[in-house]
């Protein structure tokens, strides 16, 4: 069965630092992949999207993620932390059941100290 | 293009009463599915209707429900609630079966007392 694990449940960086948010994905099958965010009651934005094409993917606002099919990885990235990045994160594997499903990891709370 | 619209965003309900909530997908999309958040289990996934057609349904109690009009519109209905039916709840369209990114909605919150 597909599984998605997000190492660390909160996340602090500084403004202007890496933001790194990890995710392993668990797939029998060759995996989709994907990171949404969710700002304080709003729903799930799609930030980007892995569907077996290049393995490095680019995103909006300035997120990117890689896949790592040996490390079994699709770890999100950003540069430059923006105040604004202050969400929460969630990465999610689409399991292939001939119906659209989504399988979320627990979701990791980015914060942003000035 | 309007993004998923549903209603109401906030809802109110006492233990045993039923509840419906509602989800207009994206112009042309025709995969509607629904989610379940609450702090301590997460984003589940409840069901999805294609076509007027439920084609998968997650691991909750025959009390949940749903269903998909011929205009993609999908509603979905609790009945008898429960003080742990308190979630937020997430509605998401797709263009297409199968796995396709899917675009939430801003979700309706219900608070059970």
């Known amino acids: 069965a597909q599984s998605v694990t997000q190492l660390g449940s909160h996340v602090s960086v500084s403004e202007g630092a890496l933001v790194l948010l990890r995710c392993n994905y668990s797939?029998?099958?060759?995996?989709?992949l994907f990171w949404y965010v969710q700002y304080p009651n709003q729903g799930l934005q799609l930030l980007l999207k892995?569907?077996?094409?290049?393995?490095l993917v680019k995103g909006i606002n300035g997120f990117e993620a890689e896949f790592k099919k040996s490390e079994t990885s699709f770890h999100l990235t950003k540069p430059s932390a923006h105040m604004s990045d202050a969400a929460e994160y969630f990465c999610a594997v689409s399991v292939v059941q001939g119906a659209q499903k989504l399988v979320f990891g627990q979701g990791t709370r980015l914060t942003i100290n000035p | 293009k309007a993004g998923v619209t549903q209603t109401p965003r906030y809802l109110i309900k006492t233990r045993g009463q039923q509840v419906t909530l509602s989800c207009s997908p994206i112009s042309g999309h025709r995969s509607v599915s629904w989610y379940q958040q609450t702090p301590g289990q997460g984003l589940q996934f409840l069901f999805e209707y294609f076509s007027e057609t439920q084609r998968n349904k997650g691991n909750f109690p025959g009390r949940f429900s749903g269903r998909q009009f011929s205009n993609s519109r999908s509603e979905m209905n609790v009945s008898t609630l429960e003080l742990g039916d308190s979630a937020l709840y997430l509605c998401?369209?797709?263009?297409?079966?199968?796995?396709?990114?899917?675009?939430f909605g801003q979700g309706t919150r219900l608070t059970v007392v």
């Open positions: 797939s029998s099958v060759p995996p989709y």
């Open positions: 892995y569907t077996s094409a290049a393995t």
């Open positions: 998401a369209s797709s263009s297409r079966q199968g796995r396709s990114e899917a675009f």
